[in-house]
């Protein structure tokens, strides 16, 4: 095998085969910037539609069986009936998110507020997101806190995180015993200030307290410029507390664009942390996932598009010399250990991951594909009157 040429050998075809990655129902939706959200014709009215939508996508990449909830935004009647209607499609309910940044109740805070009955308010609302995991078979509750403060002496930092800790405490006491609590961590907005989760040392702290079924969510778009992200990849999976990826792309700040759009080459050096800590496998409980918004781009196609370069940086990473890295890091050799891990980054896998696409009985270029299906022009058509599913519904 040459950097160039890639062969589909044995080890490959298992690793890239079991590879999943679950997408998040409410990028099925119109969504966009504070100043402008465009709709799209067909785009989904209820979530039934939006896990119709997120099918398509496991159908055309193969990797792609489960999808996100956002609790209130996907509220059903019945949910056992929307996991029904699930696995119709082929694809079943991952994590159960919930919402603490749309209620005026939590104005100054909600697990951290200074009043107790809007803490309990914001503890209740979790227990409503395990009682949703309960009926749709999810294992994984997702807690993003957007609280914090925007003006100096407005609140106690270390009371909040007092708060923050009971306020955990009693939600990760409702989890039944194969259940998880994920904690996700932003280093701003909407608190601009401080905000009470702001890094991944934070969300550790808060996790550990817990116990062992509390991990920490990464969001590629939540950290400062210039933030070595692979570190903190690398620092999680040595204490066994990476829980999930939320995988976009950013410029500036929590853009949410497609993944690998604006640095391929950070999200092949997460992705060679993953394998190099054996942590691919779906035993090792990190969970892959996608957390984007689609304001310009059709989002069906969107999704694929992301999957596929997380599939193709994971394909890249997987071809790193392992042994031939290892002897040069320890030789010291410092162009060596780079460029082996170039080698691997500037292989087309392209044509690698055509072939297993073939081999899973899978049209080998699934944007392609799924142009040529005419579902877009077939939801379009069907689709029409109601309110189209939007960022907080």
């Known amino acids: 095998m040459t950097a160039t040429t890639p062969v589909l050998d044995a080890r490959l075809r298992k690793a890239l085969g079991e590879q999943t990655i679950e997408l998040p129902s409410w990028a099925f939706g119109n969504s966009g910037t504070r100043f402008k959200v465009f709709g799209t014709p067909g785009t989904p009215r209820d979530p039934y539609e939006k896990i119709a939508d997120a099918a398509q996508v496991h159908a055309f990449t193969g990797i792609a069986p489960r999808v996100s909830l956002h609790v209130p935004w996907d509220l059903v009647d019945d949910f056992a009936d929307l996991a029904r209607h699930a696995k119709e499609h082929g694809v079943s309910i991952g994590m159960i998110n919930s919402n603490l940044f749309q209620d005026d109740a939590y104005k100054l805070g909600s697990l951290t507020h200074a009043d107790p009955a809007v803490r309990r308010k914001a503890v209740a609302h979790h227990v409503q997101c395990i009682d949703v995991m309960r009926a749709t078979g999810s294992k994984e509750l997702k807690i993003w806190l957007p609280d914090g403060t925007n003006y100096p002496g407005q609140d106690s930092i270390r009371a909040r995180q007092d708060r923050l800790a009971e306020s955990l405490a009693a939600v990760y006491e409702e989890l039944d015993d194969d259940h998880r609590m994920v904690l ?5 907005e909407p608190a601009f200030y401080h905000t009470d989760v702001p890094d991944w040392g934070t969300s550790l702290l808060h996790c550990l307290a817990l116990g062992e079924r509390a991990k920490v969510v990464l969001d590629t778009g939540h950290h400062a410029p210039g933030t070595n992200i692979e570190f903190i990849v690398a620092q999680l999976l040595r204490q066994g507390r990476l829980g999930a990826f939320d995988f976009n792309s950013r410029f500036y700040a929590d853009d949410d664009l497609m993944a690998g759009a ?25 969970n892959f996932m996608l957390d984007q918004c689609h304001n310009i781009e059709d989002k069906i196609p969107g999704q694929i598009r992301s999957v596929m370069n997380v599939q193709e940086a994971t394909a890249k990473a997987l071809l790193v010399d392992a042994e031939a890295l290892d002897a040069a890091q320890r030789a010291g050799d410092v162009l060596g250990a780079h460029g082996v891990l170039m080698d691997a980054y500037n292989t087309d896998v392209r044509g690698l991951l055509a072939d297993l696409r073939t081999e899973q009985g899978l049209d080998p270029a699934p944007m392609r594909a799924f142009a040529a299906s005419g579902y877009l022009d077939k939801i379009a058509a069907a689709r029409v009157g109601g309110t189209q599913a939007g960022w907080g519904a």
């Open 184 to 188: 996700e961590y932003k280093f701003f």
């Open 262 to 286: 604006a640095d391929p080459f950070q999200l092949f050096r997460i992705m060679h942390e993953i394998v190099e800590a054996d942590a691919l496998r779906p035993e090792s409980g990190v």
